[in-house]
């Protein structure tokens, strides 16, 4: 698993545990949309400057995304499935 | 303190420790010799890829590399001195 995978699955977890929709957040960080769905996907670098954009829109810090990133390359990606209105990571 | 930062002084510091040259390692990685250079300084963004063969070149893991660079952002760049011929991390 590469970096922006691990770092865009970390970054997509953090906004769905927030219930919070791709349009806020990238409002929020000031980039587009699109580009935040692809770096949650892991298909596009994010610069560290918007990355540290991204992490201000959630309410993270750096470190704390960091040490998310790598639990996710330990533990490979979690499973998450919707149980009626909750998200459950499994 | 940005991400690609707290990952250039990381790099640097673990090449450094192995008693590396940035010549080496560069061309273990396939990478040029003022690009890692860069990177080391923070100054360049390195796409996953090459972040993940920089680190096959010094055979730490990517894991290691972001666990370190969280450590960075936590207590901020650490000053090398030389003593004698030991790189002693204050």
Request: net charge positive.
């Amino acid at each position: 698993m590469l970096l922006r995978q691990a770092i865009g699955a970390v970054l997509r977890r953090i906004r769905l545990q927030q219930g919070r929709t791709l349009r806020e957040v990238a409002g929020t960080a000031r980039v587009s949309v699109p580009y935040l769905s692809e770096v949650e996907r892991g298909r596009k670098e994010a610069s560290s400057e918007i990355l540290a954009a991204v992490c201000r829109a959630l309410g993270v810090s750096l470190r704390a995304l960091l040490d998310e990133a790598s639990a996710e390359l330990r533990y490979g990606p979690r499973v998450e499935v919707d149980v009626g209105r909750v998200l459950t990571t499994l």
